[in-house]
């Protein structure tokens, strides 16, 4: 048990170091979280000031938490629904992977989620930073909190990259993937609360992103960390998270084994 362990945060570490190599990368990436988060200010505060001080339960505070805390979690949330999976698979060199003694699925996410923790020290904290300096935001009532949302934050991230595996592994079945790639990422981006937070959807879709495992990505953390949600109700979301994780997890195992069995690369 001690030695698996050790494995993947050996895997988890490679996927850190991996993304740290793309410093220039990262700064582009914070100049574009602070230039939209500027951008979705000068709209979503007009439109609760339009709505007379508050809207959906947010006034100018608490929105603009959720302005910098969604795009500063852009960078470590996969959204875009890249996965190098996807490549290995078309050309065959998830063949190596199994012959490996770890699993493809669980290293696959490991890695994945070693690069979205190092996203949030270059892209992530930063933006935040600059938000709360330029702007304002609100903040959870107490330290628990502040170590709920903590906890929720890695959820997000953790759910997010077991989500995007699922788009990885269609390759098993289908010859190209970048159709789903481009589906993933406007369907997560809008259900996850990227754009606007989801509660200010209509009721019935609403109900339809919470039915999915996006806002457990984005929205719930934010949700968390902005103090917007507290107490039980925090921990009813981190719970949704827990749920749509293990969901997500067991997707991903039953569609890795269908795929081993379909597998076939030159020579067998």
Known sequence: MRATVR????ILVAGFRRQSTYRLAALGGLVANVTFGLLK??????????AGGELAGYDVATMSTYIWLSQGLLGSVNLFGRSDLAERIKDGQVAVDFLRPVDVHAASVVNEVGQAL??????????VLIGALLVGMAGPPSLSAYLLGAVSLLLGIVVSAATVYLVGVS??????????QVLYMVVSGFLAGLYVPIYLFPAWLQALAQATPFPAMMMYPVDVLSGRVTGLDAVGLVAAQVAWLVAVALVGQLLTRGGRRRLEVQGG
């Open 171 to 180: 390759g098993f079945w289908l010859v190209e993937t970048r159709g789903v």
């Open 41 to 50: 200010v000068s709209i979503l505060f007009a439109t609760v000031e339009a």
């Open 118 to 127: 190092f996203a949030l020290i270059p892209r992530g904290l930063p933006s």
């Open 7 to 10: 494995v993947y945060w050996r």
